[in-house]
């Protein structure tokens, strides 16, 4: 079936150091690949997503590029804020509107 | 204000009650989601509605139960209440039905059984 496998449960990072979250996932077909952020008391808000092969997704210094044939999605940031620390999710759609999460990751950036 | 509402924001009930989840949205959206996030599992996917009728069922069991009485609202009826079934209950809700469609979710109904 369907799933996503995100490496790291939690990075802790100070503010301006480089930020990449791993994220692989598994389909039987060509998914919809997300990245959504979750901050304390508030439900998941998307990103971006991706849809086709070497698609670049970006949003406020985020980005990641759907790459097929690694089946990964992995995100990236320059640059981090205190303001990014936050739970992040990859996660999958495919042929239908079910979105598979995966475990998520707790960013903290520390000032 | 306020695009997703869901009542109650918190929930306690005791084993074997039944109790509504109440979920409303002002987003001009045809199709609504349940989801739920409890501390062992991540995010998971329960049901889609579109156009008011049921899409996807992704919960083994017959206790919870969708309802949606208007276009803009999808309400989670769950009877004979565990322990298990604590968690934080995500409606979501998205233009259409489709896989690239992005889903908006509501500050959650943070459920406790006793």
């Known amino acids: 079936g369907d799933s996503v496998t995100q490496t790291e449960g939690q990075v802790a990072l100070s503010e301006e150091d480089f930020l990449t979250i791993h994220c692989n996932y598994s389909?039987?077909?060509?998914?919809?690949l997300f990245w959504y952020v979750q901050y304390p008391g508030e439900g998941p808000q998307l990103l971006f997503r991706?849809?086709?092969?070497?698609e670049k997704g970006s949003s406020r210094g985020f980005e990641a590029t759907y790459d097929k044939g690694t089946t990964s999605f992995h995100l990236r940031k320059a640059s981090v804020q205190e303001s990014d620390s936050a739970v992040y999710y990859c996660?999958?759609?495919?042929?239908?509107?079910?979105?598979?999460f995966g475990d998520g990751t707790q960013l903290v950036v520390k000032p | 204000d306020p695009k997703i509402i869901q009542k109650p924001k918190y929930l306690v009930a005791v084993t074997g009650s039944e109790k509504i989840l109440i979920c409303e949205q002002y987003?001009?959206?045809?199709?609504m989601y349940w989801y739920r996030q409890s501390a062992k599992k991540p995010l998971e996917f329960m049901f889609s509605?579109?156009?008011?009728?049921?899409?996807d069922n992704q919960t083994a069991s017959s206790r919870f139960q969708p309802q949606s009485s208007k276009k803009n609202h999808l309400d989670l009826q769950i009877t004979a209440l565990k322990p298990d079934d604590s968690a934080t209950y995500f409606c979501?809700?998205?233009?259409?039905?489709?896989?690239?469609?992005?889903?908006?979710f509501g500050p959650g109904t943070r459920l406790t059984v006793l």
């Open positions: 979501a809700s998205s233009q259409e039905g489709t896989a690239y469609a992005e889903q908006f």
């Open positions: 389909a039987s077909g060509y998914p919809t």
């Open positions: 991706a849809s086709r092969d070497k």
């Open positions: 996660a999958l759609s495919e042929g239908n509107n079910r979105i598979f």
């Open positions: 987003l001009g959206h045809n199709a």
């Open positions: 509605y579109s156009y008011q009728k049921l899409m």
